[in-house]
């Protein structure tokens, strides 16, 4: 099994025409592919089989000798509305082959029939159907309350903090979240909250970096009626909100050093005094912080207290960048996709290879909210189902992935073999990602890797 990819039964697959030879060459040529591929020469005896056997893709002829081939269609869809179909037509029935998408065909070809290209129009239909599987895979997913719904990835250092994630979360202690920013660390907070004991109670957040330091005293400890000008009610702070729950202090390493010592009394005496009170609350909470500094480095230099940070330090959860795990990077893609063509009422349902490329192989300075803002933008921009390289930012655009090492001039056969490494080596030889990046068929690339001792 490569990388994020998952077993899956082999795609049922149908071709519907009059021309036994056609059927014995295209069936031949898709079962090659991974296609399980059954033929038929007449539309009747299809739609029987059809009945019984759902199929997901139908290659089918419009000229069959017993039913239209507009009428078939229409019955597929009918019966089952989510078969990718693509019509085979003679040349002088193009008109009909358009008529038939309006129809909901997914695409068309020409006879006399190209194998390269029914092989490329299988893939592309595999793929679509593959991501709408996803979509709802994910849709069911983010319904769960698991609390690792959110977190996207497949990789081994996001498996590695699911393990952690679970280990932690029905322990009541503290928790230290580092990582850097757009890595995460408000979804691990979340997901450790919803996994603990405490998952009925409040999840407060509080970013320490938002607010002056006056605020912020204000905000976490709630005032008293009178406490100050302006102070015409009692406020209850955050602190005290969080009652039972947990209580989240994104960007811990921003904190006032005045208020990290008054955080250390809380954490030691579980109580607090609201701005302007006497009378002492009992506190019962959980703390997660998160931080995309090098608190022991703060530490050191004096910017934040050493005895706050081993009180906070509990367990310590490191977050991986998107550079280190780009394996995930597809998946997220998917989701992101998934995400913003619900929200922006569009049918975007894939990514083109090319673009996948980029984005597979950029730096990431922003880690996944980055990614998530590149993808939202592209949705928001595409006029098409897949995103295209053009959707996405100029500077991305002129990325230029470099296959070649070295100087001279080398054969073509030891420049396809030097790229086809090169993404290997990006993808930590995930074939099926590598294959979707240099746009051909796994086997193709399995055939290549073999013919160039890569195996």
């Known amino acids: 099994m490569d990388g994020i990819m998952t077993f899956e039964p082999a795609m049922k697959l149908a071709v519907v025409d009059d021309e036994e030879i056609v059927c014995r060459r295209l069936s031949q040529a898709l079962s090659r592919e991974?296609?399980?591929?059954?033929?038929?020469?007449?539309g009747r005896s299809f739609l029987e089989r059809m009945v019984q056997q759902p199929f997901d893709i139908v290659f089918l002829d419009m000229r069959l000798p017993d039913l239209d081939g507009l009428e078939i269609l229409s019955r597929i869809k009918a019966l089952r509305p989510e078969t990718e179909v693509i019509i085979i037509t003679g040349y002088k029935s193009v008109e009909t082959a358009v008529e038939a998408i309006r129809k909901g065909a997914y695409n068309?070809?020409?006879?006399?029939?190209?194998?390269?290209?029914?092989?490329?129009?299988?893939k592309s239909a595999q793929d679509k159907i593959s991501m709408r599987l996803e979509n709802i895979r994910l849709r069911e997913a983010l319904k769960g309350d698991s609390g690792l719904t959110a977190i996207i990835g497949n990789s081994s250092a996001i498996q590695e903090l699911f393990g952690l994630i679970h280990k932690v979360a029905p322990v009541d202690c503290n928790v230290l979240v580092q990582g850097g920013s757009g890595t995460g660390k408000a979804l691990v907070a979340r997901a450790i909250h919803q996994l603990s004991p405490r998952m009925d109670h409040p999840f407060v957040e509080f970013n320490c970096g938002s607010f002056a330091d006056e605020l912020?005293?204000?905000?976490?400890?709630?005032y008293e009626r009178g406490a100050f000008t302006g102070a015409t009610a009692t406020k209850v702070g955050l602190l005290e909100s969080a009652a039972g729950?947990?209580?989240?202090?994104?960007?811990?390493?921003?904190?006032?050093?005045?208020?990290?010592?008054k955080l250390l009394h809380v954490i030691q005496e579980r109580k607090i005094?609201?701005?302007?009170?006497?009378?002492?609350?009992?506190?019962?909470?959980?703390?997660?912080?998160?931080?995309?500094?090098?608190?022991?480095?703060?530490?050191?230099?004096?910017?934040?207290?050493?005895?706050?940070?081993?009180?906070?330090?509990?367990v310590s959860i490191a977050l991986p960048l998107l550079s280190d795990r780009r394996e995930d990077i597809p998946l997220l893609i998917r989701h992101f996709t998934e995400?913003?063509?619900?929200?922006?009422?569009?049918?975007?349902?894939?990514?083109?290879?090319?673009?996948?490329?980029?984005?597979?192989?950029?730096?990431?300075?922003?880690?996944?909210?980055?990614?998530?803002?590149?993808i939202e933008r592209a949705v928001a921009l595409t006029d098409g189902e897949e995103i295209a390289s053009q959707d996405l930012p100029k500077d991305l655009q002129q990325l230029e992935f470099d296959t070649l090492e070295g100087d001279g001039l080398h054969?073509?056969?030891?420049?396809?073999?030097?790229?086809?490494?090169?993404?290997?080596?990006?993808?930590?030889?995930?074939?099926?990602?590598?294959?979707?990046?240099?746009?051909?068929?796994?086997?193709t690339l399995w055939r290549k890797m073999k013919s160039f001792g890569l195996t």
Do not use: W
């Open 34 to 42: 991974g296609f399980e591929v059954e033929a038929f020469i007449m």
């Open 411 to 443: 054969s073509l056969e030891e420049v396809e073999r030097r790229y086809i490494v090169k993404v290997l080596e990006n993808t930590g030889y995930n074939k099926g990602l590598a294959a979707r990046i240099l746009g051909i068929p796994r086997t």
């Open 339 to 374: 995400k913003y063509s619900l929200a922006f009422h569009k049918q975007v349902t894939g990514i083109q290879p090319q673009a996948l490329q980029i984005l597979v192989n950029y730096s990431y300075p922003g880690n996944v909210r980055e990614l998530e803002n590149i």
């Open 273 to 314: 005094f609201r701005v302007g009170g006497t009378q002492a609350i009992d506190l019962d909470m959980r703390i997660i912080a998160a931080t995309n500094k090098d608190l022991k480095y703060e530490v050191e230099h004096g910017a934040f207290r050493e005895d706050l940070f081993f009180r906070l330090n509990v």
């Open 216 to 222: 912020i005293n204000s905000e976490l400890f709630g």
């Open 245 to 261: 729950g947990t209580i989240f202090l994104d960007e811990i390493g921003e904190m006032p050093l005045a208020m990290q010592v």
């Open 108 to 122: 068309y070809i020409s006879k006399p029939v190209n194998l390269a290209e029914i092989r490329l129009l299988a």
